[in-house]
C-alpha cells in the first residue's frame, strides 16, 4: 500500500510532535547500559611516618551512582565538609574497607535500602518488588558461624564478613574476592532501583585479583534505572 | 590340610627367620630380580610377614634392586614412581595416598613411626634410603593396627637385616645444584643371624633459584647427615634387636620484604632408638616387646641482615617414648592371633606449644588384636580391631575385616574395610597463640578453657559465643573406608592389579570464632566440622617379556581420584554457587564445574621400564609420570577451583638412569651410574617450586 504524499508528510509531522512532547506517557524507551566504576577508594590504609603496621581512618568514601561520581572521598578530613556530605542526599552508596552502607535508615537520611540476590549482575533484568533493607534494620546478618550456632552482626543492609555479603576472604592467602553470582540490588538516596556488582577490591583493578597490591580500591558495575521503575532493561527518562 | 596353607603359616608365625635364611644379594646377583618379583616379602599389611600376592589389603613393595638401579638416594624420589602417589609440596615433600594430604600417610621405620612434622608434612627428603632392603606401601587406613595418622596409607621402610661374613660398600653421587650423595656402610655377621650394619650418609645441596627477580633462592642450600646402626643377637628362644639412626641438617636461605633483605637459618636434629627382644616362649607362642624412642628438634631464625635483628624465631623440640608387648599366637595351621598392648609418652618443647616453661606432656595407650583365619587354600580372613586412649582427645576405636579370595591360581580378589583415623594436629591441641599485630588469639582444644579464662580475667572479652567448658573432648579426625580389587596373573609374564578405594572422612579439625575480644578481632578454637570423601581406582599393569638374556619389565599405572569437600557439594547442590570469568561473565556451578580439593588430579598415569642385560652388566631405568590439572586457589570468591587460572596445568614428567656394573672379584663390584630426572626440563617457576627443571646426576658405588 503506498499512501499519497501529502498523507505521507501529515504523519511524518505528528509523529515528530508526538516525540517532543514532554507531557506524552508512553514516551520511547531507550536501553540503558551499565558503567563502571573504577579504583574507588574506601580508606585505603597507610603506614603511619612513625613506623608501625598500616593504619586506616575510618572514613567513609560517599558515591554518588546517579551522578557517577564521589561526592565525599575517605581522604577528605575537614570535619565540616563531611559532616555536610554525610548528612545530604547526594550519595547513594559509602564504602570503608569491606563495609558497604547506602543511604537510608542509620546511614543517611535518604530512601536508600539494599539486598543481595544469588543472581548473575546480568540476569537481574528488573529490580525484585520487596525486600529491601535499610542499613540498621537487616537483623537477619550472621556476623559469624559459630559452634553454638550463627551470631548476629552489624544489622547492615549487606551484611558484612567474608561470605555473608558480597565477598570472601581467603585467609591463608589473605585475598578478598567477590562473590560470583551475587548482585546488590537497591534503592538510591532518592529511591530510584539500581544494581551493583562489585568487582575487584585491588588497586589497578588487577585481574586476577592480587593481594599484594594495596587493597581498599573498588571496581564496581552499576545500573541505575531513572524512571522510577523496576525494569533493568529499557527507560523512559531522558 | 593342604601343606601349602601349613608352609603358609609356619612363614607367618616364623617368618623373622627368613631374613637369615634369604640368600644373599651379593651371592646370586643374577636372580634377585627374579626372586624379588617372584615372591616378596611384606610385613607392613599385617604386622606379620606374608608374601605380597597373599596379603588381602592393596600392598606395594619397591626393592633396594628397583631402587638402586633408579639411583634413588631420598624416599621421596621412590614414592615418586610408585603408581597412584603424588608428591605434595607444602613445608617439605610429602607424599598423596588416595587423595589425602601427606598428614594422613604414616611414615615407620621398621615398623616404627617416624615423627617430626611441619605444617603436616614428614618431609620425605629427609629419609635416606640407603641401608633399606625395601619399602612397603599399605594404601587404605591401617588404624586397626597402627594408630594413628594410618588413615590413607602406611609406608614403612625395612632396613636390611646383617648378612653373614663381612661386607661394605661406599657410594658417590653428584649432580645438578650442588647436589652430592656420600655414603658408606659396613657390616658384619655370624651364622645363625647375629651381625650389624652400620651407614654413613651425607647429602647435600646447593638450592637452586626459580625466580632471578626476586631476592633469595627458592629452596635453601643445606647439608644433611644420616647415621644408622642396624644389630641383632640370637641366643636359645631369643632374638634382640637394636635399631638407631641419628640425622642432623643445616640450611641457609635469605628473603627480602620490602627491599629489606633477612637471611633465614635452620636446623633440625632428629634421632630414634629401637631395642626390641622376640622370644619363642613355646611352639605356638611368641612375644615381642619393643621399646621405642625418638626426638626431633628444630631451630628456625629470621636475622635482618643490616644488623642481625630478629625477625622471626622459632624453636621446635618433640619427644616421643613407647613401649609396647606383642603376643602371636599359633593356634593351628588355620588360625593365627596377634594381641599387642602399649603405652606411649610425648612431650613437645619449644616456643610455639611450651607457655612459660609449661611443655605439654601427653599420655597415651593402645592394645589392639588381630585375627587371621585360613579356613582353606581359596579363602582368607584377618579381623583387626585397635583401642587407642589419649589423654588430649576422645578415644578411638578402629575395626578392620580383610578378606583375601583366590577363585583359581591366577586371580586373586581383595576386600577391606575399615576405620582409620589422624590424632588432632600438635596446634590443634596445645596452641595459644595471640597475634600481637593484628590482635586475634588461637587456643588449642585442651588451651581453650584456661585461654578463655585469663582473657576474661584481664577484661580482653566483650563477647563469649559459647561456654568453653561445656565443650565435648575434641575427636581424632576420622574415616571408613572400602577398597576392593585384585590382581590376574597370566603365567609370570604379565600381571593386573587393580583397586577401587572410597573413603568417607569425618570430623575434620577446622578453626571457629568462640568469642569477640574488645578490640573487636576474635577468639578461635579448633572443632570437628568437615566431611570430605575421596573415591577412585588404582591399577598396574606389569608385563615382562622374555627376551633372551636381557632382562625387560615394563610397567604402567593409572590412577583416577575424586576428592571432594562434603560442604561444597552441599553448596552447590543448592544452585547459590557461581564462577566467573576474567571477563566478567558469570555462570552457576554444578558439581562437574568442582575441581575437587586443591592439589588433587583427577587422573595421573606412570610409565617404567627397566632393562638388565647381564652379560654386559648393563642396567637401565626409565621412569615417567603424568597427572592431569590440578587446582591451587580461587579467584572468584567461590572457594573452589572452577576457572583455568585457579588450575595447575597438567605436566609430565620423565626420568632416566643407566647403570654398569663391573665384577672385580668374586664378590666385589663397582657399578658406575649417570641419569636425568625431569628430561624434558619442565617447569612451573610460581605454581610448583619443587619442579626446578632437568638435572643430570652421576654417581660411582663400589660393594664387597
Request: include cysteine; charged fraction near 20%; proline fraction near 6%.
Given at each position: 500500500?503506498?499512501?499519497?504524499?501529502?498523507?505521507?508528510?501529515?504523519?511524518?509531522?505528528s509523529?515528530?510532535?508526538?516525540a517532543?512532547?514532554?507531557s506524552?506517557?508512553d514516551?520511547?524507551?531507550v536501553?540503558?547500559?551499565?558503567?563502571?566504576?573504577?579504583?574507588?577508594?574506601?580508606d585505603?590504609?597507610?603506614?603511619?611516618?612513625?613506623g608501625?603496621?598500616?593504619?586506616?581512618?575510618?572514613?567513609?568514601?560517599?558515591?554518588?551512582l546517579?551522578?557517577?561520581r564521589?561526592?565525599?572521598?575517605?581522604?577528605?578530613?575537614?570535619?565540616?565538609?563531611?559532616?555536610?556530605?554525610?548528612?545530604?542526599?547526594?550519595?547513594?552508596?559509602?564504602?570503608?574497607?569491606t563495609?558497604?552502607?547506602?543511604?537510608?535508615?542509620?546511614s543517611?537520611?535518604?530512601?536508600?535500602?539494599?539486598?543481595i540476590?544469588?543472581?548473575?549482575?546480568?540476569?537481574?533484568?528488573?529490580?525484585?518488588?520487596?525486600?529491601?533493607?535499610?542499613?540498621?534494620?537487616?537483623?537477619?546478618?550472621?556476623?559469624?558461624?559459630?559452634?553454638?550456632?550463627?551470631?548476629?552482626?552489624?544489622?547492615?543492609a549487606?551484611?558484612s564478613?567474608s561470605?555473608?555479603g558480597?565477598?570472601?576472604y581467603?585467609?591463608?592467602?589473605?585475598?578478598?574476592?567477590?562473590?560470583?553470582?551475587?548482585?546488590?540490588?537497591?534503592?538510591?538516596?532518592?529511591?530510584?532501583?539500581?544494581?551493583?556488582?562489585?568487582?575487584?577490591?585491588?588497586?589497578?583493578?588487577?585481574?586476577?585479583?592480587?593481594?599484594?597490591?594495596?587493597?581498599?580500591?573498588?571496581?564496581f558495575?552499576?545500573l541505575?534505572?531513572?524512571?522510577?521503575?523496576?525494569?533493568?532493561?529499557?527507560?523512559?527518562?531522558e | 590340610?593342604?601343606?601349602r596353607?601349613?608352609?603358609?603359616a609356619?612363614?607367618l608365625?616364623?617368618?623373622?627367620?627368613?631374613?637369615?635364611?634369604?640368600?644373599?644379594?651379593?651371592?646370586?646377583?643374577?636372580?634377585?630380580?627374579?626372586?624379588?618379583v617372584?615372591?616378596?616379602?611384606?610385613?607392613?599389611?599385617?604386622r606379620?610377614?606374608?608374601?605380597?600376592?597373599?596379603?588381602?589389603?592393596?600392598?606395594?613393595?619397591?626393592?633396594?634392586e628397583?631402587m638402586?638401579?633408579?639411583?634413588?638416594?631420598?624416599?621421596?624420589?621412590?614414592?615418586?614412581?610408585?603408581?597412584?602417589?603424588?608428591?605434595?609440596?607444602?613445608?617439605?615433600?610429602?607424599?598423596?595416598?588416595?587423595?589425602?594430604?601427606?598428614?594422613?600417610?604414616?611414615i615407620?621405620i621398621?615398623?616404627?613411626?617416624?615423627?617430626g612434622?611441619?605444617?603436616?608434612?614428614?618431609d620425605?627428603?629427609?629419609?635416606?634410603?640407603q641401608?633399606?632392603?625395601?619399602?612397603e606401601?599399605?594404601?587404605?587406613?591401617?588404624?586397626?593396627?597402627?594408630g594413628?595418622?594410618?588413615?590413607?596409607?602406611?609406608?614403612?621402610?625395612?632396613?636390611?637385616?646383617?648378612?653373614?661374613?663381612?661386607?661394605?660398600?661406599?657410594?658417590?653421587?653428584?649432580?645438578?645444584?650442588?647436589?652430592?650423595?656420600?655414603?658408606?656402610?659396613?657390616?658384619a655377621?655370624?651364622?645363625?643371624?647375629?651381625?650389624?650394619?652400620v651407614m654413613?650418609?651425607?647429602?647435600?645441596s646447593?638450592?637452586?633459584?626459580?625466580?632471578?627477580?626476586?631476592?633469595?633462592?627458592?629452596?635453601?642450600?643445606?647439608?644433611?647427615?644420616?647415621?644408622?646402626?642396624?644389630a641383632?643377637?640370637?641366643?636359645?628362644?631369643?632374638?634382640?634387636?637394636?635399631?638407631?639412626?641419628?640425622?642432623?641438617?643445616?640450611?641457609?636461605?635469605?628473603?627480602?620484604?620490602?627491599?629489606?633483605?633477612?637471611?633465614?637459618?635452620?636446623s633440625?636434629?632428629?634421632?630414634?632408638?629401637?631395642?626390641?627382644?622376640?622370644?619363642?616362649l613355646?611352639?605356638?607362642?611368641?612375644?615381642?616387646?619393643?621399646l621405642?624412642?625418638?626426638?626431633?628438634?628444630?631451630k628456625?631464625?629470621?636475622?635482618?641482615?643490616?644488623?642481625?635483628?630478629?625477625?622471626?624465631?622459632?624453636?621446635?623440640?618433640?619427644?616421643?617414648?613407647?613401649?609396647?608387648?606383642?603376643?602371636?599366637?599359633?593356634?593351628?595351621?588355620?588360625?593365627?592371633?596377634?594381641?599387642s598392648?602399649g603405652?606411649a609418652?610425648?612431650?613437645?618443647?619449644?616456643?610455639?606449644?611450651a607457655?612459660?616453661?609449661?611443655?605439654?606432656e601427653?599420655?597415651?595407650?593402645?592394645?589392639?588384636?588381630?585375627?587371621?583365619?585360613?579356613?582353606?587354600?581359596r579363602?582368607e580372613?584377618?579381623?583387626?580391631?585397635?583401642?587407642?586412649?589419649?589423654?588430649?582427645?576422645?578415644?578411638?576405636?578402629?575395626?578392620?575385616l580383610?578378606?583375601?579370595?583366590?577363585p583359581?591360581?591366577?586371580?586373586?580378589?581383595?576386600?577391606?574395610?575399615g576405620?582409620?583415623?589422624?590424632?588432632?594436629?600438635?596446634?590443634?591441641?596445645?596452641?595459644?597463640?595471640?597475634?600481637?599485630?593484628a590482635?586475634?588469639?588461637?587456643?588449642?582444644?585442651?588451651?581453650?578453657?584456661?585461654?578463655?579464662?585469663?582473657?576474661?580475667?584481664?577484661?580482653?572479652?566483650?563477647?563469649?559465643?559459647l561456654?568453653?567448658?561445656?565443650?565435648?573432648?575434641?575427636r581424632?579426625?576420622?574415616?571408613?573406608?572400602?577398597?576392593?580389587?585384585?590382581?590376574?596373573?597370566?603365567?609370570?609374564?604379565?600381571?593386573?592389579?587393580f583397586?577401587?578405594?572410597?573413603?568417607?572422612v569425618?570430623?575434620?579439625?577446622?578453626?571457629?570464632?568462640?568469642?569477640?575480644?574488645?578490640?573487636g578481632?576474635?577468639?578461635?578454637?579448633?572443632?570437628?566440622i568437615?566431611?570430605?570423601?575421596t573415591?577412585?581406582?588404582?591399577?598396574?599393569?606389569?608385563?615382562?617379556?622374555h627376551?633372551?638374556?636381557?632382562?625387560v619389565?615394563?610397567?604402567?599405572?593409572?590412577q583416577?581420584?575424586?576428592?571432594?569437600?562434603?560442604?561444597?557439594?552441599?553448596?552447590?547442590?543448592?544452585?547459590?554457587?557461581?564462577?566467573?570469568?576474567?571477563?566478567?561473565?558469570e555462570?552457576?556451578?554444578?558439581?562437574?564445574?568442582?575441581?575437587?580439593?586443591?592439589?588433587?588430579?583427577?587422573?595421573?598415569?606412570?610409565?617404567?621400564?627397566?632393562?638388565?642385560?647381564a652379560?654386559?652388566?648393563?642396567?637401565?631405568?626409565?621412569?615417567?609420570?603424568?597427572?592431569?590439572?590440578?587446582?591451587?586457589?580461587?579467584?572468584?570468591?567461590?572457594?573452589i577451583?572452577?576457572?583455568?587460572?585457579?588450575?595447575?596445568?597438567?605436566?609430565?614428567?620423565f626420568?632416566a638412569?643407566?647403570?654398569?656394573?663391573?665384577?672385580?672379584?668374586p664378590?666385589?663390584?663397582?657399578?658406575?651410574?649417570?641419569g636425568?630426572?625431569?628430561?624434558?626440563?619442565?617447569?612451573?617457576?610460581?605454581?610448583?617450586?619443587?619442579?626446578?627443571?632437568?638435572?643430570?646426576?652421576?654417581?660411582?658405588?663400589?660393594?664387597?
Amino acid at each position: 500500500m503506498r499512501f499519497p504524499y501529502t498523507v505521507r508528510l501529515v504523519l511524518l509531522i505528528s509523529l515528530f510532535v508526538a516525540a517532543c512532547d514532554s507531557s506524552d506517557p508512553d514516551p520511547d524507551p531507550v536501553p540503558i547500559t551499565a558503567v563502571t566504576a573504577t579504583d574507588i577508594p574506601a580508606d585505603p590504609t597507610l603506614i603511619p611516618p612513625s613506623g608501625g603496621p598500616p593504619v586506616s581512618t575510618g572514613r567513609f568514601t560517599l558515591y554518588s551512582l546517579r551522578e557517577e561520581r564521589i561526592v565525599l572521598a575517605s581522604s577528605e578530613v575537614d570535619a565540616t565538609v563531611r559532616q555536610q556530605d554525610s548528612v545530604s542526599t547526594a550519595w547513594d552508596i559509602g564504602l570503608r574497607g569491606t563495609t558497604l552502607i547506602f543511604n537510608g535508615g542509620t546511614s543517611g537520611p535518604g530512601e536508600g535500602a539494599a539486598q543481595i540476590l544469588a543472581q548473575p549482575f546480568a540476569d537481574v533484568l528488573e529490580a525484585t518488588e520487596a525486600g529491601y533493607f535499610a542499613d540498621g534494620d537487616n537483623t537477619a546478618c550472621p556476623a559469624l558461624e559459630t559452634p553454638a550456632g550463627p551470631v548476629p552482626g552489624t544489622p547492615y543492609a549487606v551484611c558484612s564478613g567474608s561470605d555473608n555479603g558480597w565477598y570472601n576472604y581467603n585467609a591463608p592467602i589473605n585475598l578478598i574476592s567477590p562473590l560470583a553470582g551475587r548482585t546488590i540490588v537497591l534503592k538510591t538516596a532518592d529511591g530510584l532501583y539500581a544494581k551493583l556488582r562489585i568487582l575487584n577490591y585491588y588497586q589497578g583493578n588487577p585481574n586476577p585479583p592480587d593481594p599484594a597490591l594495596p587493597g581498599r580500591y573498588f571496581t564496581f558495575e552499576y545500573l541505575v534505572q531513572p524512571d522510577g521503575s523496576r525494569t533493568f532493561e529499557t527507560t523512559t527518562a531522558e | 590340610m593342604s601343606s601349602r596353607v601349613l608352609a603358609l603359616a609356619i612363614l607367618l608365625f616364623w617368618g623373622l627367620d627368613a631374613h637369615a635364611q634369604a640368600p644373599r644379594k651379593e651371592v646370586a646377583p643374577r636372580d634377585s630380580m627374579r626372586e624379588l618379583v617372584m615372591a616378596p616379602i611384606v610385613v607392613s599389611a599385617t604386622r606379620s610377614e606374608k608374601t605380597l600376592q597373599d596379603v588381602a589389603v592393596p600392598t606395594t613393595v619397591v626393592s633396594a634392586e628397583t631402587m638402586r638401579r633408579q639411583g634413588a638416594v631420598r624416599l621421596g624420589e621412590v614414592l615418586a614412581s610408585v603408581p597412584g602417589l603424588a608428591l605434595f609440596d607444602d613445608h617439605g615433600t610429602g607424599i598423596q595416598v588416595q587423595g589425602f594430604a601427606p598428614d594422613y600417610t604414616l611414615i615407620l621405620i621398621d615398623g616404627e613411626p617416624v615423627i617430626g612434622r611441619t605444617a603436616g608434612t614428614l618431609d620425605l627428603d629427609r629419609i635416606s634410603i640407603q641401608g633399606i632392603e625395601r619399602v612397603e606401601l599399605v594404601r587404605g587406613p591401617s588404624s586397626s593396627l597402627y594408630g594413628s595418622e594410618a588413615l590413607a596409607g602406611v609406608v614403612n621402610l625395612i632396613t636390611s637385616p646383617p648378612a653373614e661374613g663381612v661386607e661394605g660398600g661406599i657410594g658417590l653421587r653428584a649432580g645438578s645444584h650442588g647436589t652430592t650423595d656420600m655414603t658408606a656402610e659396613a657390616g658384619a655377621g655370624g651364622p645363625g643371624g647375629s651381625g650389624f650394619r652400620v651407614m654413613l650418609n651425607r647429602y647435600s645441596s646447593a638450592g637452586y633459584d626459580l625466580t632471578p627477580a626476586t631476592y633469595g633462592p627458592t629452596t635453601p642450600s643445606f647439608a644433611d647427615y644420616t647415621t644408622d646402626l642396624r644389630a641383632r643377637t640370637t641366643w636359645g628362644r631369643s632374638t634382640l634387636r637394636l635399631g638407631g639412626r641419628l640425622a642432623f641438617q643445616d640450611q641457609e636461605s635469605a628473603f627480602a620484604l620490602q627491599d629489606t633483605r633477612y637471611d633465614d637459618t635452620g636446623s633440625r636434629l632428629d634421632w630414634s632408638l629401637h631395642p626390641e627382644l622376640e622370644t619363642r616362649l613355646n611352639p605356638r607362642l611368641r612375644l615381642t616387646t619393643t621399646l621405642y624412642g625418638a626426638g626431633y628438634r628444630t631451630k628456625t631464625r629470621q636475622l635482618r641482615q643490616s644488623d642481625d635483628a630478629i625477625y622471626y624465631s622459632d624453636d621446635f623440640d618433640q619427644r616421643y617414648q613407647k613401649a609396647e608387648a606383642q603376643l602371636d599366637a599359633f593356634w593351628n595351621t588355620r588360625h593365627l592371633t596377634m594381641i599387642s598392648a602399649g603405652g606411649a609418652l610425648e612431650t613437645l618443647g619449644g616456643n610455639r606449644y611450651a607457655l612459660d616453661g609449661d611443655q605439654p606432656e601427653t599420655r597415651h595407650v593402645f592394645g589392639f588384636v588381630q585375627h587371621e583365619w585360613l579356613p582353606g587354600r581359596r579363602l582368607e580372613a584377618s579381623a583387626s580391631v585397635r583401642f587407642d586412649a589419649h589423654s588430649d582427645y576422645a578415644s578411638r576405636l578402629s575395626p578392620k575385616l580383610a578378606i583375601l579370595f583366590r577363585p583359581t591360581e591366577a586371580v586373586r580378589l581383595r576386600m577391606s574395610a575399615g576405620s582409620g583415623f589422624k590424632a588432632p594436629a600438635f596446634r590443634q591441641l596445645y596452641l595459644a597463640f595471640s597475634n600481637a599485630a593484628a590482635g586475634y588469639s588461637v587456643f588449642g582444644a585442651s588451651r581453650l578453657e584456661e585461654g578463655i579464662a585469663r582473657l576474661e580475667a584481664e577484661g580482653q572479652i566483650a563477647q563469649l559465643f559459647l561456654d568453653p567448658s561445656t565443650l565435648d573432648a575434641i575427636r581424632a579426625e576420622r574415616s571408613m573406608a572400602l577398597n576392593m580389587g585384585g590382581s590376574i596373573t597370566l603365567s609370570d609374564a604379565f600381571e593386573l592389579t587393580f583397586n577401587g578405594f572410597y573413603n568417607d572422612v569425618h570430623d575434620l579439625i577446622e578453626t571457629q570464632p568462640v568469642a569477640q575480644k574488645t578490640n573487636g578481632q576474635f577468639v578461635y578454637g579448633y572443632f570437628n566440622i568437615s566431611r570430605l570423601y575421596t573415591r577412585g581406582i588404582e591399577s598396574e599393569a606389569v608385563f615382562r617379556p622374555h627376551a633372551g638374556r636381557a632382562r625387560v619389565e615394563l610397567a604402567a599405572g593409572y590412577q583416577f581420584l575424586q576428592a571432594r569437600d562434603r560442604a561444597v557439594l552441599d553448596r552447590l547442590s543448592t544452585g547459590d554457587v557461581f564462577g566467573r570469568d576474567p571477563d566478567g561473565r558469570e555462570y552457576a556451578l554444578a558439581v562437574r564445574d568442582y575441581g575437587g580439593l586443591f592439589g588433587r588430579s583427577p587422573h595421573s598415569a606412570t610409565l617404567r621400564a627397566a632393562v638388565d642385560y647381564a652379560p654386559l652388566g648393563l642396567g637401565l631405568s626409565l621412569r615417567g609420570r603424568w597427572r592431569s590439572r590440578y587446582g591451587y586457589r580461587d579467584l572468584d570468591g567461590n572457594q573452589i577451583a572452577n576457572r583455568d587460572d585457579e588450575f595447575v596445568p597438567a605436566y609430565p614428567l620423565f626420568d632416566a638412569t643407566a647403570t654398569k656394573t663391573i665384577p672385580l672379584g668374586p664378590r666385589t663390584r663397582l657399578a658406575i651410574q649417570a641419569g636425568v630426572e625431569n628430561a624434558f626440563d619442565i617447569t612451573r617457576p610460581t605454581l610448583v617450586p619443587s619442579l626446578p627443571g632437568r638435572r643430570l646426576f652421576a654417581g660411582i658405588r663400589a660393594d664387597f
